[in-house]
């Protein structure tokens, strides 16, 4: 059974700096590409930053040169480096798994989601 479990949110001013982990279990093998998701209350769910299983990395506009995107396969953990955090990225983040290698910040290329971890950004 395929399960992620998300780690590492927290409440930060802005300007501030967080790190998200992103433990995965249960996958038969290695070929499945993974991604941060975000939503704020009212909002629709966004892709943050996705890394293919051929290693490729795409990030959303809004996040590009703050955030970074790592994955250590032979742990099984996905990473999330945040810099620079503005109010506007106060939401639930999650962590997303799939077989997917293609628009991979769309929530329907993925099978398997995290709980959430909350990341909050004061003024």
């Known amino acids: 059974q395929v399960r992620l479990v998300e780690s590492g949110g927290g409440s930060v001013q802005s300007g501030g700096s967080l790190r998200l982990s992103c433990a995965a279990s249960?996958?038969?093998?290695?070929?499945?590409?993974m991604a941060w998701f975000r939503q704020a209350p009212g909002k629709e769910r966004e892709g943050v930053a996705a890394?293919?299983?051929?290693?490729?990395?795409s990030y959303t506009d809004s996040v590009k040169g703050r955030f970074t995107i790592s994955k250590d396969n032979a742990k099984e953990m996905l990473a999330l480096q945040m810099n620079s955090l503005q109010p506007e990225d106060t939401a639930l983040y999650y962590c997303?798994?799939?077989?997917?290698?293609?628009?991979?910040?769309?929530?329907?290329?993925?099978?398997?989601w995290g709980q959430g971890t909350q990341v909050t950004v004061s003024s």
């Open positions: 997303a798994a799939g077989s997917a290698l293609f628009d991979l910040l769309l929530p329907r290329r993925y099978d398997f």
């Open positions: 249960g996958f038969q093998d290695r070929r499945y590409s």
């Open positions: 890394i293919g299983y051929d290693g490729r990395i």
